[in-house]
């Protein structure tokens, strides 16, 4: 490939740069002072932040935030959008859990931004997540510690020019304190008023210097303790019934609030062999309350059976009582750091780290799935129909809650040399790094639990009990514990992600002189071998299948409620260089009129993948000073993102969505598309089959960003940037509801979808299919939807950044620091894939019915997670021992697309808004001996904000943008010996 020449010629120029200079000997000056690491550039000792649009955050920023997990901590950044890895939602054995948060700049996804840790890349987190049923990856944020650091460095313009792949949105690098000398300790408490939940934190920091200052050791390290929060104590998830909340507004009594569920202890059934169960004339039952009227047949005398699909609405149960809407964490961080000069004048550094978490959550038991119904034979104990049955929705609430444990750890090594030969800084560090997740939850066997059903004693299990008979909320005690703990198994789910890592890079501030001044240069190449396994249960992966031994069926997986997924396993290789320069074109002793400074970076990256081919993507940044107090800035660059080792390597992931439309039969039964109800076709079950995409391709974006600063004083900064981001080749899946309409279309065509597998035609419906002129095939259910992760959309996001600085003293006052940050989105758009637009266009033409909604075309802001305006703004004063501190943020309003209606086309949640004070004593001699003491107090959302109520699972509120915190109280004490 034209790329891999290009890889050789990069990698050829950064072995020369780096290795011309070879018989220069070392200095024998003194080592200078570690360079400030800064984001967006590689040559050292380059001030590219005046470039490029850079936000730092100190570590008096980060503690005026009150986070106690980087993922509260990145949510403080206007900048960041919708994370999907975040323990606030509910999520299954299939989902990412336990102690996980997710980055997300821009909002343009999850894995678009590039994680630091010190200038190299962190390890992505074990577990994937389905966004748009599509697995996605990111570092765990909740493993980046928020004290023990100097500052935190985000990038908001595309950098995989100078980084490598991931870099789309920008960068985020945590710097830590890693040449500390001294002992500090800190502890912290804080609690969520009116609630359960509260924290308690500890910091530890050691450093020394040893031999004349040529060595140091530090160390430090952290913990915090949470007590969860069960669902009962924030109002928005203490009830699945949100229509109370709506009185008196244009939402009163809109059933799509009442969110209860139909999967109850009260179960659905239907006869194996399609005929009506004896006493109704019907195939389908339910049981119920005798109370509730219109019994068929007793089962007892306050239980009965009535026909019909559904239970009623009163037996709907509330899931909020067995769920934690916050789990029990505990989470640990060591850090320890090695700087060592070396007689030659080079010096060694090294890191090693570890993070550890528990994490406990409790959540209602699963549900039956009802692509695996489950047989009752007629000769079971409590059968009381006498004939074949199969359940097709039950919950069996009386086993209890799932108890879900999952352990988080990593861990961190780099050892490497840097030094100086003549004019060139040189580096290289060797990395390796492991992650690995261990999730554990009591489950049900769906083998043991049909066993346990169709005993023929009375120790049988009963699905015929129903519920608790005076709170549908409550299980019913009638089940024997030791049958229900017969099948009852742990279901486990194990995943590793590893990343090695060897690189070296060189750099010279002033390679050559131009007539604006010195030019740098920096070259380098990176090595790195990352590698992904996903260790599904015995009974997930198909190793344990389930048997139906009274419908004859088999199914892949043999737990209830979860489709089967098989184990992942995949790695590669990547090699890359970069080449990056400098160039001052005009200076300030130039002394050109209207130009006082005039700068480019130019950079471009190489990167050769074992699996998906090659990628070359270039970068040009300029700042140009009209005058010394104002800036104007661009740039131009083009990213990339390696598909997800999942995404590549996944084979067969199967799961079940709900109400999906078949719109050949509504179009077959009106005999053309002008149907004008869904009703024959809609509510379907389907099973899609997904699969990874071994012909995948990157995907590419193109980054702009034009800007500026405006200094007027020394000490008063505003900055305004404008980005544009055009994303290509985005990896997902057509969906199974899109394939679905492409075989309604193909069909009317003369031809069909092969994703979409039918059955056997139904005699009578394909005899309409054929008077309608279509193949009578159409008339059979659909199996399943096979769905491969393809290259398929584009999409593009725009917006403007403002910020401004402040800072004044004020005699007898003290110091005064203002910060404002805005992010405002102008666009954030969903192109479709050339699928999704045939299908459009044929909607549009007529040739499908009007009812037809394509799936992948969208205008994305304000919809759920995308509100167009995010704030923060921070005060901080210091007069002498004496500080204090406030803080501000806003989120935007949004919709929320799950509700819909007649009258109405949006339900708005509106905008939220908190403020956090926090006042600090510093006692120079110390309370207790040593250096200082310092006590702080503080409040986050001072006013006690509720998040706003919102249409969302479990949860009721939007977990990606409002805080389930409430008012928090914190205080800490921290003693420098």
């Not at 008096?60 to 993922?71: F, H, K, Q």
């Not at 043991?448 to 009990?465: D, M, P």
């Not at 260790?535 to 299948?545: A, E, N, P, S």
């Not at 056997?760 to 002129?773: E, I, Q, R």
Request: glycine share 10%; hydrophobic share 35%.
């Amino acid at each position: 490939m034209a790329h891999k020449s290009i890889l050789k010629t990069l990698l050829a120029s950064t072995v020369l740069t780096g290795f011309g200079y070879t018989a220069v000997a070392q200095s024998d000056a003194p080592a200078a002072e570690d360079e400030i690491i800064t984001v967006g550039t590689q040559i050292k000792g380059a001030d590219i932040a005046g470039i490029l649009p850079v936000t730092s955050l100190s570590e008096i920023d980060i503690e005026a935030t009150g986070a106690v997990s980087g993922d509260e901590l990145l949510a403080s950044i206007p900048q960041i959008g919708d994370v999907t890895f975040r323990e606030g939602r509910f999520t299954g054995v299939n989902g990412a859990r336990g102690d996980v948060g997710s980055v997300n700049l821009r909002g343009v996804g999850d894995g678009n931004t590039l994680v630091l840790l010190n200038g190299r890349r962190m390890v992505n987190h074990p577990g994937t997540q389905a966004v748009n049923q599509t697995p996605v990856v990111s570092v765990n944020s909740n493993a980046m510690p928020v004290t023990g650091i100097k500052r935190i460095e985000v990038l908001r313009d595309g950098a995989s020019a100078v980084y490598g792949s991931d870099a789309v949105a920008g960068v985020i690098n945590t710097v830590l304190d890693d040449d500390y000398v001294g002992t500090q300790l800190q502890l912290k408490y804080g609690t969520s008023e009116g609630t359960a939940l509260d924290e308690f934190s500890g910091t530890a920091k050691w450093g020394k210097g040893f031999n004349d200052g040529r060595s140091n050791i530090s160390v430090f390290g952290n913990f915090m303790l949470r007590n969860g929060m069960p669902a009962t104590d924030l109002i928005n998830s203490s009830t699945e019934d949100l229509t109370p909340f709506f009185e008196g507004t244009i939402y009163e009594g809109d059933s799509q609030f009442f969110n209860r569920s139909g999967d109850t202890q009260w179960a659905e059934l239907e006869t194996v062999d399609g005929s009506d169960v004896p006493g109704t004339t019907d195939d389908d039952i339910y049981v119920q309350p005798t109370s509730l009227g219109g019994c068929l047949v007793a089962i007892t005398p306050t239980t009965c059976i009535r026909n019909g699909t559904n239970v009623p609405t009163a037996l709907r149960l509330d899931r909020a009582g067995y769920r934690d809407i916050v789990g029990d964490t505990d989470r640990y961080n060591l850090m320890a750091f090695l700087n060592h000069e070396l007689d030659n004048g080079m010096e060694f550094f090294g890191e090693a780290s570890y993070y550890h978490a528990d994490y406990y959550k409790e959540r209602e038991s699963a549900a039956l799935l009802g692509s695996n119904p489950i047989g009752i034979s007629a000769t079971a104990f409590h059968n009381p129909t006498g004939v074949d049955l199969r359940i097709k929705d039950y919950r069996p609430i009386d086993t209890g809650p799932r108890m879900i444990d999952v352990t988080n750890d990593s861990f961190r090594l780099l050892g490497g040399l840097r030094g100086t030969m003549s004019d060139w800084d040189w580096e290289a560090a060797f990395l390796h790094s492991e992650a690995k997740t261990k999730d554990r939850t009591n489950r049900i066997s769906n083998t043991l639990f049909q066993q346990a059903i169709n005993g023929t004693t009375a120790s049988a299990y009963n699905v015929f009990a129903g519920g608790n008979q005076t709170d549908i909320n409550d299980p019913n005690f009638a089940n024997d514990q030791a049958t229900i703990d017969n099948f009852m198994v742990e279901v486990k789910r194990d995943g590793t992600t590893k990343l090695t890592l060897a690189d070296a890079k060189f750099s010279n501030p002033s390679i050559f002189s131009v007539p604006g001044g010195d030019v740098g240069i920096a070259a380098g190449v990176e090595w790195r071998h990352e590698s992904y396994k996903d260790d599904r249960d015995d009974r997930l992966d198909g190793t344990i299948v389930f048997n139906d031994t009274v419908i004859g069926t088999t199914n892949l997986s043999d737990v209830m409620g979860s489709s089967p997924t098989p184990d992942t396993n995949g790695d590669r290789d990547v090699l890359g260089a970069f080449v990056e320069l400098a160039i001052p074109v005009i200076s300030p002793e130039m002394d050109f009129p209207l130009a006082h400074s005039f700068d480019i970076q130019l950079a471009a990256r190489a990167e050769d993948y074992s699996d998906v081919g090659s990628v070359l993507k270039p970068k040009i940044a300029a700042s140009w000073f009209p005058i010394e107090q104002f800036q104007l800035r661009g740039a131009y660059a083009e990213g990339f993102r390696a598909p997800n080792l999942e995404q590549i390597n996944a084979t067969a992931i199967r799961r079940v969505n709900s109400s999906r439309e078949d719109w050949i039969v509504c179009h077959a039964l009106a005999g053309g598309p002008n149907f004008t109800s869904d009703n024959d076709c809609d509510n379907l079950t389907i099973e899609s089959v997904r699969g990874g995409g071994p012909n995948l391709e990157p995907e590419s974006s193109k980054n702009f960003s034009f800007g500026g600063t405006f200094e007027p004083t020394s000490n008063l900064t505003f900055m305004v940037d404008w980005w544009k981001i055009e994303q290509e080749n985005l990896v997902g899946i057509f969906g199974d509801q899109n394939q679905i309409t492409l075989d309604y279309l193909l069909r009317l065509q003369g031809s069909s979808n092969p994703g979409v597998v039918r059955g056997t035609p139904d005699p009578a419906l394909a005899a309409v299919f054929t008077a309608a002129g279509l193949d009578p095939s159409g008339a059979g259910d659909i199996i399943e939807v096979q769905d491969t992760f393809l290259n398929l959309d584009t999409r593009t996001s725009e917006g403007i950044d403002f910020g401004a600085v402040l800072d004044f003293e004020v005699d007898g006052i003290g110091d005064l620091t203002l910060k404002a940050n805005a992010a405002h989105i102008l666009e954030f758009f969903q192109n479709p894939g050339p699928d999704a637009q045939l299908l459009a266009d044929a909607r549009e033409a007529g040739t499908l019915s009007n009812l037809v909604s394509v799936v992948g075309q969208a205008d994305l802001r304000r919809e759920n997670g995308n509100p167009e305006w995010r704030y923060s703004a921070s005060l901080r004063w210091d007069n002498g021992p004496w500080g204090a501190s406030a803080s501000y943020r806003r989120v935007g309003d949004v919709f929320d697309t799950s509700v819909t209606g007649a009258d109405f086309d949006e339900f708005t949640i509106p905008a939220w808004d908190t403020v956090n004070l926090a006042a600090d004593y510093t006692f120079d001699n110390g309370l207790f001996g040593g250096e200082s003491t310092r006590i702080r107090v503080g409040v986050r959302n001072v006013t006690d904000e509720k998040p706003p109520i919102a249409d969302e699972f479990a949860r009721g509120y939007f977990v990606s943008l409002h805080s389930n915190r409430g008012r928090y109280w914190h205080a800490s004490v921290r003693h420098d010996f």
